[in-house]
């Protein structure tokens, strides 16, 4: 069995008494081309505009080493995220992926898809020797599985944000010791 398919095994099995109480059948694994059309449309429809869209074919075509994970309920692409490298320009050895875009159905958010989907990325991240994910998102929703201010690491944004809506989440915290610095982005971010 594959490493990927091991894990959303274990994922699924976690949560399965959840999904069940909950009357869905929901299921966190590796996009695969026949997902692209749905993911388009989930993606579309979550940020009502193509910016995200455009990212995530971008990323696909040009980023080498992301995770791109869907939650699927009944044959139905409900969720979907991405992971991607980042650097930070004075130490390109120090594996570090940013977590975006993520989409869930509108219709089903507040249900426990997202929380499904980041921690599947966030453990594959981890099996993969990935020091760090980097977030920029909304500063209630984050914390909950571990991310904090990045400045606390001295890892900055790239762009102008709040300081508590670009955090960080150590996965092999050694590796972040004497690192620092802005993290460098794929550039199809800077289209958004």
Same mark, same amino acid.
């Given at each position: 069995?594959?490493?990927?398919? *091991?894990? !959303?095994?274990?994922?699924?099995?976690?949560?399965?008494?959840?999904?069940?109480?909950?009357?869905?059948?929901?299921?966190?694994? +590796?996009?695969?081309?026949?997902?692209?059309?749905?993911?388009?449309?989930?993606?579309?429809?979550?940020?009502?505009? *193509?910016?995200?869209?455009?990212?995530?074919?971008?990323?696909?075509?040009?980023?080498?080493?992301?995770?791109?994970?869907? +939650?699927?309920?009944?044959?139905?692409?409900?969720?979907?995220?991405?992971?991607?490298?980042?650097?930070? $320009?004075?130490?390109? !050895?120090?594996?570090? %992926?940013?977590?975006?875009?993520? +989409?869930?159905? *509108?219709?089903?958010?507040?249900?426990?898809?997202?929380?499904?989907?980041?921690?599947?990325?966030?453990?594959?991240?981890?099996?993969?020797?990935? +020091?760090?994910?980097?977030?920029?998102?909304?500063?209630?929703?984050? $914390?909950?599985?571990?991310?904090?201010?990045?400045?606390?690491?001295?890892?900055?944004? $790239?762009?102008?944000?709040?300081?508590?809506?670009? %955090?960080?989440?150590?996965?092999?915290?050694?590796?972040?010791?004497?690192?620092?610095?802005?993290?460098?982005?794929? $550039?199809?971010?800077?289209?958004?």
């Amino acid at each position: 069995m594959t490493l990927l398919h *091991n894990i !959303s095994r274990t994922l699924q099995r976690r949560r399965n008494a959840t999904w069940h109480s909950l009357g869905y059948d929901t299921k966190v694994r +590796a996009e695969t081309p026949a997902d692209y059309s749905a993911i388009d449309r989930l993606t579309q429809n979550t940020f009502k505009n *193509n910016a995200e869209v455009k990212l995530i074919h971008t990323l696909r075509q040009h980023a080498e080493d992301s995770i791109a994970l869907v +939650a699927e309920q009944q044959g139905e692409i409900v969720g979907y995220v991405m992971f991607s490298v980042v650097l930070l $320009p004075q130490d390109n !050895s120090t594996r570090l %992926m940013a977590l975006a875009p993520m +989409a869930v159905s *509108n219709v089903l958010q507040q249900q426990g898809i997202g929380s499904a989907l980041v921690r599947a990325g966030l453990e594959l991240c981890r099996q993969q020797g990935i +020091a760090a994910v980097v977030v920029l998102g909304h500063p209630s929703y984050y $914390p909950r599985f571990g991310f904090v201010p990045a400045s606390t690491f001295n890892i900055y944004s $790239p762009w102008q944000v709040p300081d508590n809506t670009f %955090m960080l989440l150590p996965l092999q915290p050694q590796a972040l010791h004497k690192k620092n610095g802005q993290v460098v982005y794929h $550039p199809a971010f800077s289209a958004l």
